[in-house]
Structure formats: structure tokens, C-alpha cells
């Protein structure tokens, strides 16, 4: 297995703008979880989910976020419209169980928002 | 939700001295616990975890012990090479809260060759 796959890697954009991040997870992995990692805020978990539902949003910032599972291979995390204190890097990541087992991260999108 | 700390926030060893890092949490009804490392640039990945009906767990040079009791549990590295440098989070789960996987803020350990 290829593990978690995120698109793209890096991505720059201007405030105001649209960003569509991507995440496929491991084949079998039930669950799915959005994560953004930043100097001061450390890594927060914004949103996951089971079996392609969203579970717990809690941690979503704003209405200018959005995160959807259309399939068990894909998951995108929306920004729009992006702002300059967007600016991170995001994580996907999925494992087994919702908390219980080991959660296998993405590499990261690092997203620069100016 | 679950409160997570972890102590210490920078932790500087010299090369084969070993390091300790405590976490603890609110939730006694945690009954995992992993410990993460995140290198520089890199993603977290998972070094070692216990659950809760065990008490100490080995590997090679990594450690994680639990102190269900009072709550905190600690990762032991031993004989610290400069390739442990890292950031180490704690992330304790299966407890009662829906967003139960909450990561510590992490411990960012340099070692001094």
C-alpha cells in the first residue's frame, strides 16, 4: 500500500481565493481524520470521519472551512475563501479505529495563504 | 473533551544520555496510549503505545510507561542518539469523548552530539 496520499504537497494562493486539499487513505482504514499543524496552535484535529460520515466537526474553525468523504478513497478539506491566518500545514490521516489504534498520516499539504 | 499535557515543552540531552517525557490527561477512561515522533519537515509517525492493561512496554531503546492511577503516562528514550531529535507527542484515546484523539503540544528534544 502506497499509505495515505495528500494533494498537492505545497500550494500558494491569495487571500480571498478557493483551496481544495486532498487525502485518499489507506485502502480498508474505516476512518478518516483532518488535522493542521501550526507553530502556536501545535496539531489540532479539525474534523473526521467513519465510514465516509462526518462524526465530530467540533474543531472545524469556520464556516469558511468545509470537509467532505464522497467515497472510502477520498476526502477533500475546502477553504473558501481562504485568509493569510489559514496558513499551515495540513494533515490527513486514517487508521483502523476511531481512537484506539494507530493513526498513519499523509505527508502534508503545506498551504501559504499571502 | 480530553486535556492533554505534556512536560517538558524543549527537552536538550548529550548524546547517550537518556531523556524523559510525561503526558498527562483528564479522561480515566483512556485506555490507549501512543507516542508520536515528528521530525523535522516530516509527518508524525507512531514509535510506540501501551493500552491500558499493561503497565511498561519496551522497544530497543524506547520505553512508555503508564500510571493509570494518576494519570500520565511517560516515554523513555535511553542511550539518546542525534537521530532522536525530534518533536514527540503524546495522544491518549478510547476514552469517552467523541474527539478523544487530542494530541499533547508536543516535546521538542535535541540531542547534543
Known amino acids: 500500500d502506497a499509505g495515505v496520499i495528500q494533494s498537492p504537497r505545497h500550494e500558494v494562493t491569495e487571500m480571498g481565493q478557493e483551496v481544495t486539499l486532498r487525502c485518499k487513505p489507506i485502502?480498508?482504514?474505516?476512518?478518516l481524520f483532518w488535522y493542521r499543524q501550526t507553530m502556536m496552535r501545535g496539531l489540532e484535529l479539525l474534523i473526521y470521519f467513519n465510514n465516509n460520515v462526518p462524526i465530530d466537526d467540533s474543531g472545524m474553525p469556520e464556516d469558511r472551512f468545509s470537509a467532505k468523504m464522497p467515497n472510502a478513497s477520498f476526502s477533500t478539506l475546502k477553504i473558501q475563501p481562504s485568509e493569510p491566518r489559514d496558513s499551515a500545514v495540513y494533515f490527513c490521516?486514517?487508521?483502523?479505529?476511531?481512537?484506539?489504534?494507530?493513526?498513519?498520516f499523509g505527508p502534508g499539504t503545506r498551504l501559504t495563504v499571502t | 473533551g480530553e486535556n492533554v499535557e505534556q512536560h517538558p515543552s524543549t527537552l536538550s540531552v548529550q548524546e547517550g544520555d537518556s531523556a524523559v517525557i510525561k503526558c498527562t490527561y483528564s479522561?480515566?477512561?483512556?485506555?490507549?496510549f501512543p507516542w508520536y515522533k515528528q521530525e523535522l519537515g516530516k509527518r508524525p509517525q507512531l514509535i510506540i503505545d501501551?493500552?491500558?492493561?499493561?503497565g511498561e512496554k519496551k522497544d530497543q531503546r524506547i520505553a512508555v510507561t503508564l500510571n493509570k492511577t494518576a494519570k500520565h503516562f511517560s516515554l523513555h528514550i535511553t542511550e539518546t542518539q542525534p537521530e532522536d531529535s525530534a518533536v514527540y507527542f503524546c495522544?491518549?484515546?478510547?476514552?469517552?469523548?467523541?474527539?478523544?484523539?487530542?494530541f499533547g503540544a508536543g516535546t521538542r528534544l535535541t540531542v547534543k552530539p
Open positions: 485502502s480498508g482504514h474505516d476512518y
Open positions: 490521516a486514517s487508521s483502523l479505529d476511531r481512537s484506539s489504534y494507530e493513526q498513519y
Open positions: 479522561d480515566s477512561a483512556s485506555n490507549y
Open positions: 501501551i493500552r491500558s492493561n499493561v
Open positions: 495522544a491518549p484515546g478510547g476514552g469517552r469523548f467523541n474527539n478523544d484523539m487530542r
